[in-house]
């Protein structure tokens, strides 16, 4: 396949919100960034910086980590995925807490952000990542199936006990859908009683209805954009998980019932078999 520039944004970035995780109040920083620097983590408040990539991932639930023993960044996948629809493959990320600021559990947000910025093209180029034979990811009742194509798609099929969720399908393709308008605002969900659990657990300090849509025993807490809306906010984590690979994917990518980890252990296959 042919070769790509390699893109930064052109103006800094300033985002501002509460950590879910943390209950901290969080300045999230995007800076333009050289050519081949690839995307770059920093918590200012540490003095910490780390490659954003498979290798500094760590294996926590209910979201995607960057760090190592001496600190970590929560929630990067919304916003990977707002990077990886504008082609952006050179960075510098900065924040001053934890996490990624969930905003409103969207990658809209970010998404925005990136395009009033604008973009720079780098003095060097990249080719995306076309398998030529498929990877399977199977893991008891969950499957992520990759299959080689001229173009990039995503399909993922969701299957909740929940009565109000049930069973939802969503496709993006690339070459027909604007991430924009298909795959941004689908937003974070989480049942009530999930909600509760991770509380319990000590895992969110800050969920609310302003950064999770939250499903009741017989109502949403808003009205999801799309009836496969939850479907879609799956695709999104899939993009922004696989998005560590550094480049893009230029595959057909089935996903079935999965979540965060199974996205990583399926770049991490994709990493090991296309290097």
Request: contains cysteine.
């Amino acid at each position: 396949m042919s070769t790509v520039p390699r893109k930064t944004i052109r103006d800094e970035i300033e985002i501002a919100g509460l950590g879910v995780r943390s209950g901290k109040h969080i300045t999230l920083r995007l800076l333009p960034a050289e050519a081949d620097c690839g995307i770059t983590l920093t918590r200012s408040d540490l003095d910490l910086t780390w490659p954003v990539d498979l290798d500094h991932t760590l294996a926590l639930p209910n979201c995607t980590s960057i760090g190592d023993d001496r600190g970590r960044v929560d929630f990067v996948e919304h916003l990977l995925a707002g990077l990886w629809a504008w082609g952006i493959t050179d960075v510098r990320i900065a924040v001053d807490g934890p996490e990624i600021p969930l905003l409103d559990g969207s990658a809209l947000p970010f998404y925005q952000a990136l395009e009033a910025a604008g973009q720079k093209s780098l003095a060097a180029e990249y080719a995306p990542i076309t398998p030529d034979e498929p990877i399977f990811h199977i893991a008891e009742d969950r499957a992520l199936i990759l299959l080689p194509a001229d173009a990039a798609r995503f399909s993922y099929s969701l299957v909740h006990p929940h009565p109000l969720i049930g069973h939802q399908f969503a496709d993006f393709d690339t070459t027909t859908d604007g991430f924009g308008e298909e795959i941004a605002p689908a937003r974070t969900f989480a049942t009530e009683h999930e909600l509760q659990q991770l509380q319990q657990a000590g895992m969110i300090a800050a969920g609310s209805e302003e950064n999770c849509l939250i499903v009741y025993d017989d109502h949403y807490s808003e009205s999801p954009f799309a009836g496969n809306a939850l479907a879609r906010h799956k695709l999104l984590d899939l993009l922004g998980d696989l998005y560590l690979l550094g480049q893009p994917l230029c595959a057909h990518v089935l996903a079935y019932r999965t979540g965060h980890a199974d996205n990583r252990a399926l770049a991490r296959q994709i990493a090991a078999t296309c290097a």
